[in-house]
């Protein structure tokens, strides 16, 4: 596939089309986050893997979309969205939010028999363990306070009025998402889950992050880095480095390799 989705509607992007490479990496954004959030990610690839980041709907070209507050939803819209690029081994990225949700696109694909190369897990507690919050239903200050206590990316929006009216509907949206979201009990997958997570991440206990290995039947491998929620902009290279070696042609289903 050559083609570049670019215009409003479109769910997958390509900032760097890579159409030789032999593995594509779809990156799911956090909370309140969008696929330029990946830029860099498909920079550093580029061309050795193509990054395959998606755009939620409501947010920068999409924003007079509805959103979807529903994890299991998004997971379909996305899943359907990937038909055209299961022609080479697909790896899921996923931070936050977008950890789980690429946890359900890859429980959707085992039922195409599509079996993910890796799935990428950063940032995020295991599906099956809950915690009870509600953030989503919090005054737009409240909401305000936690984007400032977690940190990250968010910057000059939190202080910008106008920017902050325009972002905070799609961040409340999406923390219900997440925080309404139910593990249903069912087989683990059988592609290897890493998963990467801060020591400091307040959404995350090492025991969360380790709760993944119950989601497969394949490798797990745990990378604690240091930092809090949003550690990934602190070890973008040590990141791209996992990215790379987890999912270099010898990693390769038979067939596949180049």
Known sequence: MTHAHTGPGDWIRRFHPAPDAPVRLVCFPHAGGAATYYFPVSRSLAPGIEVLPIQYPGRQDRRTE???DDIRRLAELITAELQ??????????????????????AQLLRRQQVTPLVLFASGRRAPSCHRDEHVHE???EAIVKELERVGGTYG???????????FLPAIRNDYKAAETYRYEQGEPLDCPIVVL?????????????E???RHTTAEFTLHTLRGGHFFLADHA??????ISDTTA??????????
């Open 66 to 68: 509805p959103f979807v």
């Open 84 to 105: 055209d690029d299961l022609d080479k081994p697909l790896a899921l990225f996923g931070h936050s939010m977008g950890a789980t949700l690429a946890f359900e696109v």
């Open 138 to 140: 919090a005054t737009d």
């Open 156 to 166: 000059d929006i939190l202080t910008d009025p106008e920017m902050l009216g325009m």
């Open 197 to 209: 997570t801060g020591d400091e991440d307040p959404y995350v206990t090492r025991d969360e992050a």
């Open 211 to 213: 709760g993944w290995h």
């Open 237 to 242: 290279a040590e990141v791209i480095r996992i």
């Open 249 to 258: 042609p010898e990693q390769l289903p038979a067939g596949t390799r180049p």
